[in-house]
């Protein structure tokens, strides 16, 4: 049989690279940070990440994955995994630091049409750079300083932010890691000193990359795997920026081809529900142009390491312990109001099978602040959760309930509020009151309040791991900008290793 080729095929003609990722390329070799107030919350973000990261150290289910691939690995200037002696490869080190400071889920969070944790690309930020800092000196060279480190922490909080600010990944069943390995690989291209192709062959790599599905993060399928994952994309992001940096060539259609492109394989349906012309449909919105928004309106964890749709209901939940304790066998009903993310992503009823599955779980992380007036990490384990079957019969009194004014300030850009109300109901007909917290202390409204109690986190979690002169040590490294930015990055993290 004879194959002729279609009258209607197109030409092989290699295209420019997509204006979406000449976008990124352009922000990250060319954007200057001059944004003070971007520079000192991506000091705090620093701080809480790697605090984060020490307090996962305590679990064995975390640990079990640090380390060299093959045991007694020697690594000349490796890069180090703070509060561990490990000095790997910069790629198995993003893995590991990547995963010691999202396991507890813990830290810094975006959220808008996506939802993620732009601290995540630390793993890559911090490996590459350690290891860089290092090779200089050694070559009689400057080091890179923590500056440099600050300034890609806004770089990558931009393009991860940004990209999820009005495209949704969730809705095609992918994960948000997908935007870590994108910002990662753009941030560790620019610590490698990557050209503009350099840098463009690594982004389209990078999109054209294996995709996580959520799978891992939605009932019945929750698991550890949400605590590594974004280790794995900020690992796999320095992997293809050094791939790129070899030589390799580049892909520039990654997103648009037709058929075998992002959109067409992966996106088409992505924004079905936005009501948007058919050809909208399929590619990336810009809301707005990168520069140091998302740092500057990062979301922290300061109180409670919970998914942070549930921050104002475990809030809420607290204030309303004393009005509850002595009462707990009274309870009929208790009436959850919270915007349509919160029931889509962490509403959960019937068995939980994993400390992962609990901390997505809007009702177990009110009941447990309802119960006992806290909700730390240890109160997910499964040792806990066995001991008081009093949360789950509350978890079964829960009513959970939207508020479209809710849902609506959430995506509001001048507002993006992550709103919670809270009210237990009695047997003899009395009730508590409705309290209903709209901000979290870690929003940027709540600044003023919410720094000094994320400073004292902060310590709280290196004394989890260090002696209190390490402690001291590192809290005045940290303690004033001009100072953290001036310093050596391996200085910086030699300071954080056993």
């Known amino acids: 049989m004879t194959v002729t080729a279609s009258a209607t095929s197109e030409a092989n003609e290699r295209p420019d690279y997509d204006p979406e990722l000449q976008t990124i390329a352009d922000y990250v070799l060319n954007y200057q940070v001059e944004s003070q107030e971007a520079l000192e919350t991506a000091r705090y973000c620093l701080m809480d990440t790697l605090g984060c990261g020490l307090l996962a150290l305590r679990f064995p289910e975390c640990t ?32 590991d630091i990547g995963c010691i400071i999202r396991w507890l889920d813990y830290n ?51 393009i991860q932010g940004v990209l999820a600010l009005e495209n949704s990944f969730n809705r095609v069943g992918l994960d948000h890691v997908v935007l870590v390995k994108v910002a990662s690989t753009a941030v560790a291209a620019k ?84 009501s948007l012309k058919p050809e909208a449909d399929r590619r990336l919105r810009f809301q707005r142009e990168f520069g140091s928004y998302v740092m500057e309106n990062i979301l922290f ?7 942070f749709h549930a921050q104002t209901a475990c809030e809420a939940a607290v204030i309303l312990h004393s009005q509850v304790k002595d009462r707990l066998a009274e309870i009929d009903k208790i009436v959850l109001t919270t915007h349509d993310s919160a029931i889509r992503i962490i509403s959960k009823t019937g068995a939980l099978a994993n400390p992962a599955d609990r901390d997505h779980c809007l009702q177990y992380m009110t009941a447990v602040p309802l119960i006992f007036g806290e909700l ?23 009513v959970v309930e939207e508020n479209a004014e809710y849902s609506a300030a959430y995506h509001a850009p001048e507002a993006r509020s992550i709103a919670n109300a809270v009210q237990v109901f009695f047997t003899d007909g009395s009730t508590t009151d409705k309290v209903v917290v709209e901000y979290p202390v870690g929003h940027r409204r709540r600044r ?48 954080w290793t056993i």
Request: hydrophobic content about 45%; charged content about 25%; aromatic content about 6%.
């Open 64 to 95: 079990k994955h640090l380390g060299p691939m093959v045991e007694g690995t020697m690594v000349p200037f490796g890069a180090r995994v703070p509060g561990t002696s490990l000095r790997l490869d910069p790629v198995k080190a993003a893995w």
């Open 191 to 274: 610590l490698l000193e990557a050209n503009r192709e350099q840098l463009l062959s690594a982004l389209s790599h990078a999109w054209v990359d294996g995709q996580s599905l959520r799978t891992y993060r939605h009932a019945p399928n929750a698991g550890s795997r949400k605590s590594w994952a974004a280790g794995d994309a900020t690992s796999r992001g320095v992997r293809l920026a050094d791939i790129a940096l070899r030589g390799e060539m580049g892909i520039p259609s990654a997103l648009s081809a037709p058929q075998w492109g992002f959109y067409d394989v992966l996106f088409s349906h992505a924004n079905k529900d936005l």
């Open 376 to 398: 730390t990490a240890d109160h997910y384990e499964d040792n806990f959760h066995a001991a008081h079957p009093l949360i789950d019969q509350l978890r079964d009194k829960m």
């Open 108 to 158: 810094d969070t975006w959220l808008a049409a996506e939802w993620g944790h732009p601290s995540d690309n630390l793993g890559a930020i911090l490996a590459v750079a350690d290891h860089l800092s290092q090779r200089r000196v050694a070559q009689g060279e400057a080091p890179l300083v923590m500056r440099d480190v600050l300034n890609a922490m806004i770089m990558a909080h931009e």
């Open 301 to 307: 964890k300061i109180s409670f390491p919970a998914e």
């Open 448 to 495: 003023e309040e919410g720094m000094p109690l994320l400073v004292d986190k902060f310590e709280r979690n290196l004394a989890t791991r260090f002696p209190a002169s390490r402690c001291q040590k590192i809290a005045e490294l940290c303690r004033h900008q001009e100072t953290l930015e001036a310093l050596p990055v391996h200085t910086f993290m030699e300071a």
